[in-house]
């Protein structure tokens, strides 16, 4: 009995943590987007969604969206119009693409931007 007290323990080796690329926070990929396009009047909403990793409730796994290095994303402006004049409150609207909505693509500080299906532009972020 005491033989397998006196037994050393072996520890369990700590799992490998993933390298998790760190990306640009939402409000630096916004600016730089509003720097160049120009900033939608009556902004009601701002979504910024990098395709990344994910588990759905269900338990079905998506991969990372990532296309020759460029982690692949979306940005939409929820802007908001009064459909007449007497409205009390806002409807919103999703403008069209390259104005209130672009495709985008982050590697380092770079986003590249797509628009209809062709890249428009690479922009230099601040981080």
């Given at each position: 009995?005491?033989?397998?007290?006196?037994?050393?323990?072996?520890?369990?080796?700590?799992?490998?943590?993933?390298?998790?690329?760190?990306?640009?926070?939402?409000?630096?990929?916004?600016?730089?987007?509003?720097?160049?396009?120009?900033?939608?009047?009556?902004?009601?909403?701002?979504?910024?969604?990098?395709?990344?990793?994910?588990?759905?409730?269900?338990?079905?796994?998506?991969?990372?969206?990532?296309?020759?290095?460029?982690?692949?994303?979306?940005?939409?402006?929820?802007?908001?119009?009064?459909?007449?004049?007497?409205?009390?409150?806002?409807?919103?609207?999703?403008?069209?693409?390259?104005?209130?909505?672009?495709?985008?693509?982050?590697?380092?500080?770079?986003?590249?931007?797509?628009?209809?299906?062709?890249?428009d532009t690479?922009?230099?972020?601040?981080?």
């Amino acid at each position: 009995m005491n033989e397998l007290q006196n037994k050393p323990k072996s520890k369990a080796r700590p799992p490998k943590r993933e390298v998790k690329t760190s990306f640009p926070t939402d409000r630096a990929i916004l600016n730089a987007l509003y720097s160049h396009y120009g900033e939608p009047e009556n902004i009601v909403k701002e979504k910024v969604k990098l395709y990344k990793n994910y588990t759905n409730p269900a338990g079905h796994s998506s991969p990372d969206w990532v296309v020759d290095g460029w982690q692949q994303g979306r940005v939409t402006v929820f802007t908001g119009h009064k459909v007449n004049q007497d409205d009390l409150f806002f409807t919103t609207k999703i403008q069209k693409e390259g104005v209130g909505t672009w495709f985008i693509a982050i590697k380092d500080n770079e986003l590249k931007v797509i628009i209809g299906g062709q890249v428009d532009t690479i922009l230099e972020m601040a981080v």
